[in-house]
Structure formats: structure tokens, C-alpha cells
């Protein structure tokens, strides 16, 4: 079938609206209606040169739509179920699954050799990040999608498909914050402020959030944060907050080099540092492992939250109905497919939490509109 779908080909050049043929769902696949797609800071590294990938490329991987049709074999979700779509893709069966470390799966996906979209040369188009999701039907693995409670929007569903998942994830699954913790989180973006959400729920006090950007500071105070500054403050709030005594967890939560830059310097003893952020290939950071060592500190790396999504997602979703976990307040803007390369513009500005591309299905295989 036909699909259409924002083909970037290549680096700084601006996404083009094309029609690309969109395979039937293997076995183990299924495929889903996209009603919308989330901009996340990966996609931007891939379109601005920071991470390789094949062109031409479609983006977008923290998406929410409907399940359309089931490849063989799935038998664990129904035509019609409104999912959230990711791009994690586990087997259930490796090592890294069987420990309930879905992040760090070495299954192999038919998916992995052959990409499900094409032009109309035959030449594949590249699913990017396994999902592809800036298109209006996509065909992923079954593991990538989880079905959500019906009283969630799309656009706010979206977001757990990435964002939400990998900052409140690192604060529960991969740093296990607990009451009283003092928590710093370095960056203010959509991952960050997840990151502030999460270590409110978790009881952590104080939450020192940092951004140059005073707007992201005021986001930060109303989502949790109890303290927030520029870089330049972080220091002094921060010895302030603690008593003198820095802080249990540091997040890092964006890919700016900078930001890494003196981040361990703000751990207490036994504090730990947790990488979330992913930045461009080839950035590297001095750590003083005399210093690490005495003070019984850890790095911690945090891809995705390190998530399950079978288990992270319902929660959140509870979360979210349950007026716990505000996910309104992060949705800034939204934009139709036409106009995605308004919403890269936006998210590359910094000034947005999260902005997303919504799909009007009307008319399109029996699709209604949301
Ligand atoms: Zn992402
Ligand atoms: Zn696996």
C-alpha cells in the first residue's frame, strides 16, 4: 500500500512529502495508523549530521496511533487497539530480555535486514530508528508497540514512546531515586522535565533543574523542580539546597557536550551520575577515577529509561489519568505532516518542550478522525 510519509535525503536539506509503498506486516509484525509523532532531539542528530544514517531516511520514533493489522503469529493485540509505538524492540528470548533488560536485546528482526518502506523506483527508503513513524501508517515489531487505555489523546500519548519513558525511567529503573534524594537534572527538555517528574514522584528533595533558558526554569518549578537556575547558578543553589552536602543523583539529560562538562564534580558520596543524554559521536568527557573511586561514586548509562515498555508504559499511562504525571504541559505545539520541517525548526530552537505532528485520517482506510 501507499503511505505518505517526510522523506529526509540527507544532511541540512529540507523533508520532502512523498508517497512511499509501505510492505504488509510480517510474521511477529504488525501495522498501525499513526495519529501522532512526537519531534525527539534523536531525530534532529540524525537530520543535522550528528549520527550517521542511511539516506534517504523517515524519522520519528515516539509515536501513538491504531492497530491497522496483525502480522502471523500476534496474538496479544487486537485490530483497532490504540498503542503507543517506540522504537524498542525486544525478543522476549535473549539474554538481555530474559533479565528484563528489553533495552539491551540482541534479538535478530527481519526488520534489522530489510527496511518495510520503498520509493516508487524500488528503491528502500530507510526506517529510522526502527519505527518511521513521521508517515502515516507504519509497520514495526509486535514488542514495539504496548496498547494504552482509550482516555489518553494521541498527542499526549505519543510521548511515552520516547521522551516521558527515558527521563522518568532513568529515575526509576536506572537510578531507583528514593524519598529524600537530592537530584540534579542538567537540561530542561522534554527528557529532562520527565526527569523532574519522575524524581517528584519518587519523593526526591531537593530538585534542582538547570537550563540557560529562564522559560524552561519556570516549566521545571511547575512540574516539581524545587529550585532552578542557569549553569552559572548551579553550584551555589545546589550547596545551598543540600546543606553543603551535593547531590545523590546528577542527570544529564541533554546531548550538549558542555553539559557534561563538571557533572561529577556535583555528587555527594556514594551519588551517582547518570547519563541519559546521547550525544554527537565522538564527544568525550574527563573523569578523575581517583576521585570516583574514593568517594564510592557510579556512572550510570540510561538508554530509554532502560524500559520495559509492557510494564513502563500502563504505569504511566495510570500516572497520567491519575492527575500524577503532567503530560498536557508538555506538548507545545503541534503541526500537520506538511509542516514537519516547522517542527524540526522549533524543536532545534531549544525554546519547545516537545512539539508533535498530528495525522488526519479522514477518508484514508476507514480511519476516522481522533
Ligand atoms: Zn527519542
Ligand atoms: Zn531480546
Known amino acids: 500500500m501507499t503511505v505518505r510519509a517526510a522523506v529526509s535525503r540527507g544532511v541540512g536539506m529540507a523533508t520532502s512529502i512523498e508517497e512511499l509503498l509501505l510492505t504488509e506486516p510480517g510474521t511477529d509484525e504488525v501495522r498501525v495508523a499513526i495519529d501522532a509523532c512526537a519531534v525527539c532531539h534523536s531525530d534532529l542528530m540524525f537530520l543535522d549530521g550528528g549520527w550517521p544514517v542511511e539516506f534517504p531516511v523517515v524519522l520519528g520514533h515516539e509515536a501513538a496511533g ?35 533488560n528489553d533495552v539491551a536485546c540482541t534479538g535478530d528482526y527481519a526488520l534489522s535486514h530489510r ?5 516508487f523506483d524500488g528503491e528502500p527508503v530507510t526506517q529510522g530508528l526502527g519505527t518511521a513513524a513521521f508517515a502515516e501508517q507504519v509497520v514495526v515489531h ?10 489518553v489523546p494521541a498527542e499526549v500519548a505519543a510521548l511515552l514512546g520516547c521522551g516521558v519513558l527515558t527521563g522518568v525511567g532513568a529515575v526509576t529503573n536506572t537510578a531507583q531515586v528514593e524519598d529524600d534524594d537530592a537530584v540534579v537534572v542538567i537540561g530542561c527538555g522534554g527528557v529532562g522535565l520527565s526527569v523532574v ?3 517528584r514522584l519518587a519523593g526526591a528533595n531537593p530538585i534542582v ?7 524552561k ?19 551555589a543553589m545546589l550547596a545551598e539546597a543540600t546543606g553543603g552536602r551535593l547531590a545523590d543523583q546528577v542527570f544529564v539529560t541533554t546531548a550538549t557536550p558542555g553539559a557534561f562538562t563538571g557533572a561529577a564534580a556535583l555528587l555527594d558520596r556514594m551519588g551517582s551520575l547518570v547519563l541519559v543524554g546521547i550525544p554527537a559521536e565522538g564527544v568525550t568527557v574527563d573523569i578523575d577515577p581517583g576521585l570516583l573511586a574514593s568517594a564510592n561514586q557510579k556512572i550510570l548509562g540510561s538508554k530509554m529509561g532502560t524500559a520495559r515498555l509492557a510494564v513502563d508504559v500502563p504505569r504511566l499511562v495510570d500516572q497520567y489519568l491519575a492527575g500524577l504525571l503532567d503530560l498536557d504541559g ?16 522549533e524543536a532545534r530552537s531549544g525554546e519547545v518542550i516537545r512539539t508533535v505532528v498530528v495525522f488526519d485520517h479522514t477518508g484514508n482506510n476507514g480511519v476516522g478522525t481522533r
Not at 491497522?68 to 525486544?90: F, Q
Not at 514495539?144 to 482509550?150: A, C, G
Not at 526554569?217 to 529550585?227: K, N, S, Y
Not at 508538555?330 to 525548526?345: E, K, Y
Open 66 to 100: 491504531r492497530v491497522l493489522e496483525l502480522g502471523k503469529g500476534v496474538d496479544d493485540i487486537t485490530v483497532g487497539d490504540r498503542v503507543v509505538v517506540s522504537l524498542i524492540r525486544s525478543c522476549g528470548n535473549c539474554r538481555a530480555c530474559r533479565r528484563g
Open 217 to 235: 526554569q519556570e516549566v521545571a518549578l511547575r512540574l516539581g523542580a524545587t529550585h532552578a537556575t542557569g549553569p552559572d547558578g548551579l553550584t
Open 209 to 215: 533543574a538547570v537550563d540557560p533558558l529562564v522559560g
Open 142 to 151: 509486535r514488542s514495539q508497540v504496548v496498547p494504552h487505555r482509550d482516555n
Open 330 to 345: 508538555m506538548v507545545t505545539s503541534l503541526h500537520s505532516l506538511d509542516n514537519i520541517d516547522t517542527a524540526f525548526a
Open 197 to 199: 517528574q519522575g524524581a
Open 115 to 119: 527496511s518495510p518502506l520503498s520509493d
